[in-house]
């Protein structure tokens, strides 16, 4: 079942990963039990940085400092915006109201898990040839980007565009 | 052979249960939705793993995540401004008081 984890430990880009991982672990369990939401968006937030760190360890740069412009930067912020505008007890307040929920909602939550775990450590996945991404990882998927999917790129450019008028839209004050 | 997939998709199925149990039971609007984007993270992790460490890797995976980001960012925005107006309607940004289709 861990066969591989011998061989795992034993290189320094998986001790990287293994720091990684339980930073981003530690900060989505921290998200889940912290109790005040501004603690919780910085615990989220580092979850994201862990995530961008494991896009390096996969060689992708580019989606690297996207996931650190886009999530760590605007999304937090973002978040942070939504509870300053929106005024809170600021505790999410002790003990369930609804305890059946919530033992339905871990039950759910640990099933999905086993259920994929069982799954992944099932599979065999053969790792074929090594990705060749060239010397510059941005400039390939630029190439990509405009040559073989570039209807997708200016669909969700007009989609991105429409969100965000429709954003300003419900949120502006109804009197003026 | 250097690296395995495994410990990716292991870790990414931790966010997304992890992300599933946080959307399903916090009352707070803002940190459900700070909970769906943990599973698209948890996503985008699959897809850039499959990107490299995959049966036929190429940058496709990349791609892909770059436009799931981009519609996280858009979920991300339209979802803030709906829980604003919701505040500014009813007074409240607690998920389990919006219940008037149940009645």
Known sequence: MFSGLGDFLSSGTSWAFFIFALLAIGGAIFMISFTKVVHMVIAVALTFISLAGLYVILEAEFVAFVQVLIYAGAISILMIFGIMMTKHRQEEEEGPKRPWHEGLAILGAVGLFGVLFYAIQKSTFVSSENLDVGKDNTLEIGKLLYNVHVIPFEIMSVLLTVAFIGAIVVAKREED | ?103
Do not use: W
Request: hydrophobic content about 55%.
């Open chain 2, 1 to 103: 052979m250097g690296t395995i997939i495994t410990p990716y998709l292991t870790l990414a199925a931790i966010l997304f249960c992890i992300g599933l149990y946080g959307a399903l039971t916090k009352k707070n609007g803002v940190i459900v939705l700070l909970s769906i984007e943990l599973m698209l993270n948890a996503v985008n992790l699959n897809l850039i793993a499959f990107s490299k460490l995959g049966d036929h890797p190429a940058l496709t995976g990349q791609i892909f995540s770059l436009f799931n980001i981009t519609i996280a960012a858009a979920e991300a925005a339209v979802g803030i401004a709906i829980l604003i107006a919701i505040y500014r309607n009813r007074g409240t940004a607690d998920v389990t008081d919006l219940d008037s289709m149940k009645r």
